[in-house]
C-alpha cells in the first residue's frame, strides 16, 4: 500500500476569493469520481508553507496502480481544465511525495470536510530504520489507529498520520 501526495504551493492571495483555489478545490471533488480517482483535498493549516498549501492525496496498491491512474486523470478533460485553472494560482510547480505504509490501518480513516489530519514527520538515520521499525510495532493503544508511513525514495523519513475531528481533540489523545 502507497499513499502518493501530490502538493501544489498557491498563492495565498487567491485561495479563498469567489472562483480561487478553494472554489476549485470543490470542483476537484465532483471530478475525481467521474474520472475514477478516490482522493482527498486537503489544505495545510499549519506547516511550511502554511494555508497555501492544497494537497491530492490518495492511496493505491502499488506505483503501477497509481501510473495508470495518472494517465487516466490526466485524459480525463474536466481534470485537464481544472489543471489550466489552478496552474494560473500557482507559487511554482507540483511537488509529489510518495510513501509506503509500514504500519497502521490500510483503508484511510473515515474523513469529512473539515476534519483535522496531523502529519509529523521524523529524519531517521537508515542504519536506525529498523529499529524505528520496532518500536512502531510498540506503539500506545492510543495510537493504534494512526499510519506509519515511510519515504521510499528518502529512506529516512517516517511520517505519523492520523485524523482528528478537531485540533483539540487530538490536543486530548497526546496528553
Request: charged share 25%.
Amino acid at each position: 500500500m502507497i499513499e502518493v501526495r501530490s502538493c501544489f504551493v498557491c498563492r495565498a492571495r487567491y485561495i479563498e476569493v469567489k472562483g480561487g483555489v478553494l472554489d476549485l478545490c470543490k470542483n476537484l471533488r465532483k471530478i475525481f469520481p467521474k474520472a475514477g480517482w478516490e482522493c482527498q483535498v486537503q489544505q495545510m493549516l499549519i506547516g511550511h508553507v502554511q494555508q497555501s498549501l492544497i494537497v491530492l492525496a490518495s492511496r493505491w496498491e502499488s506505483l503501477a496502480a497509481w501510473e495508470a491512474g495518472v494517465i487516466r486523470l490526466r485524459n480525463y478533460p474536466e481534470y485537464q481544465e481544472w489543471m489550466k485553472k489552478i496552474s494560473s494560482f500557482l507559487a511554482y510547480g507540483e511537488a509529489t511525495e510518495i510513501f509506503t505504509l509500514l504500519e497502521g490501518p490500510e483503508e484511510p480513516s473515515p474523513v469529512a470536510p473539515g476534519m483535522i489530519e496531523v502529519r509529523s514527520g521524523y529524519i531517521v538515520e537508515p542504519q536506525n530504520m529498523d529499529r524505528v521499525k520496532e518500536l512502531i510495532k510498540q506503539r500506545p493503544s492510543r495510537l493504534k489507529n494512526d499510519a506509519f508511513w515511510y519515504d521510499d525514495v528518502t529512506q529516512s523519513s517516517i511520517v505519523i498520520s492520523s485524523m482528528w475531528q478537531s485540533l483539540a481533540s487530538w490536543e486530548e489523545a497526546m496528553k
